[in-house]
């Protein structure tokens, strides 16, 4: 778990950690974004990603300083328990709505009697080279819980949100979020973005590290970093690979034109 304990270092020092979405089931993937990147996010909730293929991204990152952080595919303990007991880093609980909601992930990350969290793990224990009780006092100290805000519901309840013990940051889903509320589409109307500023100053103001997905534009991020976010995922494997391509092949074929004009 030192990459998780890096990734909170990082934020609690303001460095904004950047991340990257992997979709993709080749493990090549995570290990070619974590030389250069805080943190991985590796999907379930959208990509037919397997436990096995979700274990393999894990063990590409350990060559790094990235953090391994899984969205589950929904927030659920029995889909949580096995993706911290092949080495996780930290997890994200997508669509939560309420407190209790945010409650029941936490309570899914910590062993007894902070939570309820089975015991079974093998390769975070380095198949028994680090004893059962270390573990599960570090596992409780530092596994990284994450709240994804995507919900009306949620940014109307993250007063209470913000006060769950154990809670390690949250990231706003804008897109859910717009749907929501009426704006499917359009995550920039401004009901959309005025509930995505409640949920940062909220979360800030509480010490919850709030986070945003967003593709590349420096405009974009500077905006959102000085609306207080504090990390980012940028973009995902597929939509980097498409515009390099994209790009690439647009100014060849640009040159081509411009010597047969």
Request: aromatic share 6%.
């Amino acid at each position: 778990m030192e990459n998780a304990v890096k990734f909170r270092e990082k934020l609690r020092n303001g460095q904004v950690p950047l991340g990257c979405g992997v979709s993709f089931k080749d493990p090549t993937v995570t290990e070619l974004f974590s030389h250069v990147l805080d943190f991985v996010w590796i999907d379930m909730e959208h990509n037919a990603l397997s436990l096995e293929s979700v274990q393999d991204h894990i063990m590409a990152t350990r060559g790094s300083d990235s953090a391994a952080i899984v969205r589950v595919p929904w927030n659920d303990p029995v889909l949580i328990k096995p993706v911290l007991d092949i080495g996780a880093d930290g997890i994200i609980a997508p669509f939560v709505r309420s407190a209790e909601d945010v409650r029941l992930a936490v309570s899914a990350c910590r062993y007894p009697p902070q939570g309820i969290r089975g015991f079974g793990p093998r390769r975070p224990i380095r198949y028994g080279r680090i004893s059962d009780a270390e573990y599960c006092q570090r596992a409780n100290d530092e596994i990284i819980c994450i709240a994804q805000i995507e919900h009306i519901d949620a940014v109307e309840a993250m007063d209470e949100i913000v006060k769950v013990d154990g809670l390690t940051a949250v990231v706003i889903g804008p897109n859910d979020l717009a749907g929501s509320m009426g704006h499917m589409g359009n995550p920039q109307h401004p009901d959309v973005q005025s509930a995505i500023e409640k949920v940062v100053t909220t979360a800030k103001d509480a010490g919850i590290y709030p986070g945003i997905g967003m593709v590349g534009d420096a405009e974009v991020f500077q905006k959102w970093l000085d609306k207080g976010i504090q990390w980012v995922q940028v973009g995902v494997d597929w939509w980097h690979l498409a515009n390099s391509i994209d790009t690439s092949v647009g100014q060849l074929r640009q040159g081509i034109s411009s010597r047969n004009a």
